[in-house]
C-alpha cells in the first residue's frame, strides 16, 4: 500500500515560519518527482512547488518562490516544504504528491496524501 503522510502544519502568525513532512512508503521514492500543493475553502487544489527525482531540479509558482524551499531526502523517503515569511493567504490544507513526470500537476499525480492545515494569522 503506497501512503504519503504529512505533518508540521499548525498555527502561526504571519511573517513566522513552518516546516511540513511527507513521508513515503508503499513506493520506490527514488523513483518519483514530488510535488507540494494546497488547497483554500471554495479554492481548487493549486501547485506550489515540485522537485525532481534526485533532487536537482525544482520548481515554484512565483506566489511562493524566495519564501518557500522544497527539499527531499531519498534515504528517509522523505519530502519537505519549509515555508518562511508566511501571508495570512498561505491558510490552505498542504498536501503532498507522488507522480512520475518531471514536473509534478494535478493530472500527473499518481499519490496524495491526506494533507495538514496550515493556517496564518493577521
Known amino acids: 500500500q503506497v501512503q504519503l503522510v504529512e505533518s508540521g502544519g499548525g498555527l502561526v502568525q504571519a511573517g513566522g515560519s513552518l516546516r511540513l513532512s511527507c513521508a513515503a512508503s508503499?513506493?520506490?521514492?527514488?523513483?518519483?518527482?514530488m510535488g507540494w500543493f494546497r488547497q483554500a475553502p471554495g479554492k481548487e487544489r493549486e501547485i506550489l512547488a515540485s522537485?525532481?527525482?534526485?533532487?536537482?531540479?525544482?520548481y515554484y509558482v512565483r506566489s511562493v518562490k524566495g519564501r518557500f524551499t522544497i527539499s527531499r531526502d531519498n534515504d528517509k523517503n522523505t519530502v519537505y516544504l519549509q515555508m518562511n515569511s508566511l501571508k495570512p493567504e498561505d491558510t490552505a490544507v498542504y498536501y503532498c504528491?507522488?507522480?512520475?513526470?518531471?514536473?509534478?500537476?494535478?493530472?500527473?499525480?499518481?499519490?496524495w496524501g491526506q494533507g495538514t492545515q496550515v493556517t496564518v494569522s493577521s
Open positions: 504528491a507522488a507522480g512520475r513526470t518531471v514536473v509534478i500537476s494535478r493530472a500527473t499525480s499518481d499519490y
Open positions: 508503499g513506493l520506490t521514492f527514488s523513483m518519483y518527482s
Open positions: 522537485i525532481s527525482r534526485s533532487g536537482g531540479s525544482t
